[in-house]
């Protein structure tokens, strides 16, 4: 089965750092895509950034560019968003999610539990 295990959320002040990560196993790595949404209360959910574990190109939604980086360690199946500069608007449950090829669609096969972020002004 496939499984997608997020951590690393917690509560930071603005300006502060986080780093997420997102612990994959029961697929083969190299076929899928993989990345990050989010959802805060009340909002719909958004697509933050993914990553084609094979070529390691990346996507990042035009809110966090600049701020967060996605990387991946095709060793241990994980992949990892790090967040600086951090905002209260990036106040959020975030949840890792994948999907079979190359490019992470609006709706992944498989999600994560979520790790919920905190940001206080």
Do not use: H
């Not at 959910?45 to 980086?69: A, L, M, P, W």
Request: charged share 15%.
């Amino acid at each position: 089965d496939v499984q997608l295990q997020a951590f690393g959320g917690g509560l930071v002040q603005a300006g502060g750092s986080l780093r997420l990560s997102c612990a994959a196993s029961g697929f083969s790595w190299n076929d899928y895509a993989i990345g990050w949404f989010r959802q805060a209360p009340g909002k719909e959910r958004e697509g933050v950034s993914c990553i084609d574990v094979n070529n390691g190109s990346t996507y990042y939604d035009d809110s966090v560019k600049g701020r967060f980086t996605i990387s991946k360690d095709n060793a241990k199946k994980m992949v990892y968003l790090q967040m600086n500069s951090l905002k209260p608007e990036d106040s959020a449950v975030y949840y890792c999610a994948s999907n079979p090829g190359r490019i992470l669609t609006s709706t992944p096969n498989y999600w994560g539990q979520g790790t919920l972020v905190t940001v206080s002004s």
